[in-house]
């Protein structure tokens, strides 16, 4: 049975001791800053490093990570990173480097970049590729700045995206930012770009069209070759989302597909593990026709040597400072080195048998709305859940985690009601699918109150999510003011009072009236 | 590696090929062009010997900063940020089983929020430069004004990157000079470029010259009601005034220097805070202090309704991935720290620097400090040749020099951006003179 480690919830700041760190002795200094800018205190804990390092190993041990076991996040690609991309993204010749050297003092940096600008054109299919992005959303507001370039060069004043509604947020999120004016269309009724809507949406306004392929539902846009048609038909850019690439490395790639611009997510397909949420890199690729107005500098290949090109007159100018992400970049070279081109395109096929296999061994037990045929994650539906026994997707997302399973993506995409999105990816074995399709199905036959008031085994139970965004603590500062406001008095609802907290509570009082024992 | 037959079979598919049928032919590819994948040990070997060209401070001192910096990071830091129940996992959408990295981030806002002395701080923008060009974009969002004030003495990436931010939304950068005798922001100009259409002023402390302004505790009477952006090296918040305390409206700043080696400057740690009253005008991830039904303390994200996957083109931000483990790291770092040490290590900044660029300054020919105001950790020295010329000297004496300003301060072509931290000891800064001696 699993069991997450749960200790006090004491913070940092609740903690005190005698620190040991040290610096060399140095004169003291009688006026080091202005007297102006002085600080008169600094309300940080002051510890032993044997009291922190328990501190944050404690708190490691109640987190769940692809390494603890299956987290098949949908949209998110958790597959396993090999740890030789731990070893080479650590080695003193990628964290010892200033951003500033000379060329000359470092070329083995410059060729990794270049060989993986390399390799990237080549997964992608476009002709030419910029490092610089540190995340997927980044590439995509880069995507969308060159689209801007772009027509800016050409005297064209093209003012709107078009996006399907199944996209990620990011997408039109990174549109808005680049200042376009985003129309979002709606979805056929086979879960793809609806081709009629499409065509209307596009105009002489048009700049850009942005989709992921396979899309959100895990589904191939078959048509993509008119989808281009009509985009292009329009004098505008077709964008790729590259989030979904591990489904098709090696059987087709965005530049054949007719994409213009597309962004890569390393931390996804190439090797970086998440971080809890981040550090990633959002590497761009384009065609040949973009490729002036990418970010400088431009690594370049002259007599042998690397160098970087800052002379770029059309070029956007910066996204980020220096190269992007190199030690992510790293990771994803060694990445590609040790799968090769049959590896990778193996990596791919791997993915799509896992998400189809899982998804064969579910639809019979959830909805599987729209065609069978998926490609690296599916989304199926406990609709019927809510409408028989009052079971949401959330339920089942939380009850999942009381058996050491990460819970899938849900509530996206919006156009699925109650949806679970699952993603195996190619580096799980049959058996542990097996076994999450198990008690997924376990699930669906247990008390409902069970799964309502789950999670009963993690670090935390049920959270409430309300009290947090109404109160909107972000800091050991701003709670210890609010304490001090309130006077150490407990509010209404710090008692418990919310809906969520009385529902829960209920449930679980009920049940455990019902089964006669404790059921945590 | 291989396929699974038995999975094959057992979901009635013949081979791999069917599961690709809906690929149409016309935009299939043959396969990938890349050569041939390698053992682990052969691919540890290869990038190893790629990577052994690159000149490390570990063989040689690094005199240049500009943003990123070299210091010391206590050991225990990668120790924690190694714990894979931390690196492995995703963004915490489900708080209950990721309590852990919910807390740690929590405790970095936290860390930052009594360092900057505001309530709010997020979990982390890319960078430095990206925060800004967020800053610049929110100050829009509070006031709806479209103007924004920076230093003219700035990194060119900088500037280059909050234009592109401000492209979409149509905000103008205006630029205000320097005193070129301290090397402080000059007020006169500042005053002269305020008007009823600003909607932020940047300020950068120290800034990009190295200097600690000394007006800046009273820059709120002349920015008015311009919000304030103060753009911090979080490590000399160890000895300086928390720019809460002089009206900051937000705060954001490089973080790298919390823990994270330099990486050829990435990944990097943007720091962003702002005043409670702001919060939900602010980008990116933000967790929360809360509880669980059994009315424990507990964390999850909060306020993911400003955010793009439920605001989707509203949204304050695209942000989606940032920077989380750089943060653990920087938590981690300041909890080792802790209070006096980072005051120890900003003393220590101050004082290396002090030294150093008095000692320059005794060097036949060159001008050192250029600036009479106090300095943090970098300094502007002018040397008797180009600075480009000197750094090729140093580099073959195994030292990394300082950054030439022509490009990024056009006035001070011919002048070089010097800094020095803990990690130098006294010898390096002989060596260092040494080699510039040969020079003078
Ligand atoms: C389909 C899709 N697009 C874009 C993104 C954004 O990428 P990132 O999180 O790296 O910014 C994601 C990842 O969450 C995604 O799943």
Known sequence: MYRQARYDRKMIFEKEGETDFAMPIQEELSDAVPKTMIRDRLEIPSLPEREVVKHY??????????????????????????????????????????????????????????????????????????????????????????????????GEN?????????????????????????????????????LDALQSAVSENTAAFMITNPNTLGIFEEDVQRIAEIVHGAGALLYYDGANLNAVMGWT???????????????????????????????????????????????????????????RPDSIGKVRPFFGNFAVLVRAYSYILRMGGDGLKEASEKAVLSSNYMKEKLKGVFDLPFKDLRKHEFVISTKKLKEQKDVRALDVAKRLLDYGLHAPTIYFPSLVEEALMIEPTETETKETMDQYVDVLKKIADENPMLIRSAPHNTSARRIDEVYAAKEAILSWRSFKKKENERGDRPSEEDKGECTLCRSIVGDMDSLKKRIGRSVD | MGIDRSMLDEIGISNIE??????????????????????????????????????????????????????????????????????TSYTPYQAEISQGILQALFEYQSFIAALTGMDAVNSSNYDGATALGEAATMCHRLNGKRKFLVPEAMSWEKKSVL????????????????????????????????????????????????????????????????????????????????????????????????????????????????????????????????????????????????????????ATSNICTNEALMAVAAATYLALVGRDGLRKIAEVNIGKARSLMKSVGELDGFVSPVFTGYHFNEFVMKPPIEPEGLNKHLLRKSIIGGLPLDKHVPRLGGHMLLATTEVHRREDHERFLRALAEVS
């Not at chain 1, 990620?168 to 004016?181: K, Q, R, W």
């Not at chain 1, 490729?291 to 290949?301: G, K």
């Open chain 1, 158 to 194: 093209r003012t709107e995206v078009v996006i399907p509604d199944t996209a990620h947020g990011t997408n039109p999120a990174s549109a808005a930012m680049a200042g376009f004016n985003v129309t979002e269309v709606p979805s056929s009724a086979t879960g793809c770009v609806d």
């Open chain 2, 163 to 314: 234009r592109n931010y401000a492209w979409g939304p149509g905000i103008e950068i205006v630029e205000y000079a320097f005193d070129t005798s301290t090397g402080e922001l000059s007020a006169e100009d500042l005053r002269s470029k305020m008007s009823e259409e600003i909607s932020g002023v940047y300020i950068e402390v120290p800034n990009f010259l190295g200097v600690i302004d000394s007006q800046i505790a009273s820059i709120r009477e002349d920015i008015k009601d311009a919000a304030l952006v103060v753009g911090v090296n979080p490590i000399s918040l160890g000895i300086l005034k928390p720019p809460g305390e002089y009206g900051a409206d937000i705060v954001i700043g490089e973080g790298q220097v919390l823990g994270s080696p330099m990486n050829l400057g990435g990944p990097l740690l943007g720091i962003f805070a702002t005043r409670q009253e702001h919060v939900r005008k602010m980008p990116g991830r933000v967790i929360g202090l809360t509880k669980d039904v059994e009315g424990e303390r507990a964390f999850c994200m909060t306020l993911q309704t400003r955010e793009q996957h439920i605001r989707r083109s509203k």
């Open chain 1, 253 to 311: 790639n965005p530049g054949k597909m007719d994409f213009d611009i597309v962004h890569f997510n390393l931390h996804k397909t190439f090797a970086t593990p998440h971080g809890g949420g981040g550090p990633g890199a959002g590497p761009v690729g384009v065609k040949k026709h973009i490729e002036p107005f990418l970010p400088v500098p431009r690594i370049v290949r002259k007599n042998g040597r690397f160098g970087l090109d800052y002379d």
């Open chain 2, 18 to 87: 069917e599961l690709f049928s809906d690929v149409p032919i016309g935009v299939r590819v043959d396969g990938l062009n890349l050569p041939n994948g390698l053992s682990e040990m052969e691919v540890v070997e290869r990038i190893q010997s790629m990577l052994g060209s690159n000149l490390t401070t570990d063989d040689c001192p690094c005199f240049c900063g500009g943003g990123v910096y070299h210091h010391f990071i206590p050991s225990a830091v990668k120790t924690i940020i190694s714990r894979s129940e931390f690196y």
């Open chain 1, 57 to 154: 190993t404690n708190l490691s041990q109640m987190n769940f990570g692809v390494d603890n076991g299956f987290y098949p996040l949908g949209s998110c690609t958790m597959k396993y990173n090999p740890k030789y991309a731990d070893t080479v993204s650590s080695l003193p010749a990628v964290a010892n480097i200033h951003p500033y050297q000379a060329e000359d003092s470092i070329q083995g940096a410059l060729q990794l970049m270049y060989e993986l600008e390399k390799a990237l054109c080549e997964i992608g299919g476009v002709e030419a590729v910029t490092l610089q992005p540190a995340a997927g959303a980044h590439g995509e507001f880069t995507g969308m700045l060159l689209a801007k370039a772009f027509f800016a060069h050409k």
